[in-house]
């Protein structure tokens, strides 16, 4: 076997070793990286680059230039500083926008997502025996288009033409789903079909993870089927809750395509019923002051409170599972 010498050098059959394993060593680095280097230089593109624009427009705001007394001329970008900032801070109809998508997440949310476990639970306790049919069925609303998915809502939703409210008024239930004070459960109503089935598949993977022997252990010691499930596969699965929960708080907040459609033929809603449809019609030049400027400057306000009340939630449900 190789010896080091007296004066404690090793031989040279030692050092090519170690040459030789850094020489591989900087092969799997370099091969890392070029796995890794698409999604980097994507993730730079498509999020990086648009935040940093975002961000850079959102301190400044389109006046005019030129024209002199008979018009013309055009706009240009100055800088404003925070005067954006401030015009969405102190905007009572962005904050009534907050407001209602607060409101909004309060109850779709624990309704969606104690739906998606539901259906989760059943599909891994074998109870349902076409598995892969009923999964499909309740993923596939969410394959389709959220716009397509909310003008199909909208059909049912109208007086005129809908079958489900001619069904109801024929058995006496006269149902106006596009009242202001119904028009927050019908949009929930649209998203929860849409999304109950994505996040029951994020529950399922969950299920599906836990170690089989838990189980096994679990009915040794006398647990029923409903105990199992009480008290291994859902205290089990509270990561996959927590994921979901984050996604459906950062989802609600740019609600977009439910209240857009709506809109259409409720022009009561206005132009800024929630805070995503005041940035796109504030970029549109539908609400004054208009541009990319304070629509940018919306949106980023939108992003703050959106990773605040996930953090808040992430850490509430931090403590609670200590």
Do not use: H
Not at 16 to 23: E, H, L, V, Y
Not at 130 to 142: H, T
Not at 158 to 171: C, F, M, N, R
Not at 244 to 266: H, K, R
């Amino acid at each position: 076997m190789p010896q080091e010498d007296p004066g404690g050098e090793a031989k040279p059959g030692k050092r090519a070793a170690n040459r030789g394993s850094k020489a591989v060593s900087r092969r799997q680095a370099r091969a890392g990286w070029a796995f890794v280097a698409p999604f980097t230089l994507a993730f730079i593109l498509v999020f990086l680059i648009p935040i940093g624009v975002a961000i850079k427009q959102s301190f400044t705001r389109k006046v005019p230039v030129g024209g002199g007394a008979f018009g013309g001329g055009g706009t240009v970008d100055s800088f404003v500083g925070f005067e954006n900032y401030a015009y969405v801070i102190t905007n009572d109809s962005f904050w009534s926008g907050i407001g209602r998508v607060v409101l909004y997440a309060l109850f779709q949310i624990p309704v969606m997502i104690i739906m998606a476990l539901v259906l989760a639970l059943l599909i891994d306790s074998l109870v349902i025996k076409r598995v892969a049919i009923f999964r499909l069925g309740n993923f596939l609303p969410y394959a389709i288009p959220g716009i397509v998915a909310a003008m199909v809502w909208l059909y049912l939703y109208t007086p005129e033409i809908s079958p489900l409210v001619k069904g109801l008024a024929d058995i006496g239930i006269n149902a106006d789903f596009m009242s202001p004070s119904m028009m927050l459960l019908s949009m929930a109503n649209m998203t929860t079909w849409t999304y109950t089935g994505y996040n029951m598949l994020i529950f399922l993977a969950a299920l599906q993870a836990i170690p089989k022997d838990l189980y096994e252990a679990a009915r040794l010691d006398g647990a029923t089927g409903w105990q199992v499930t009480w008290y291994v596969k859902i205290p089990m699965v509270s990561s996959a809750a927590l994921l979901a929960v984050l996604l459906s708080i950062i989802g609600t907040i740019q609600l977009f395509n439910e209240p857009t459609v709506m809109q259409t033929v409720n022009s009561w809603m206005g132009m800024d019923y929630t805070p995503m449809t005041m940035a796109y019609n504030t970029m549109m030049g539908s609400i004054t002051p208009s541009g990319d400027g304070p629509a940018s400057a919306i949106s980023i306000v939108m992003a703050l409170i959106a990773g605040s009340l996930a953090a808040v939630y992430a850490l509430a449900q931090r403590k609670v599972s200590r």
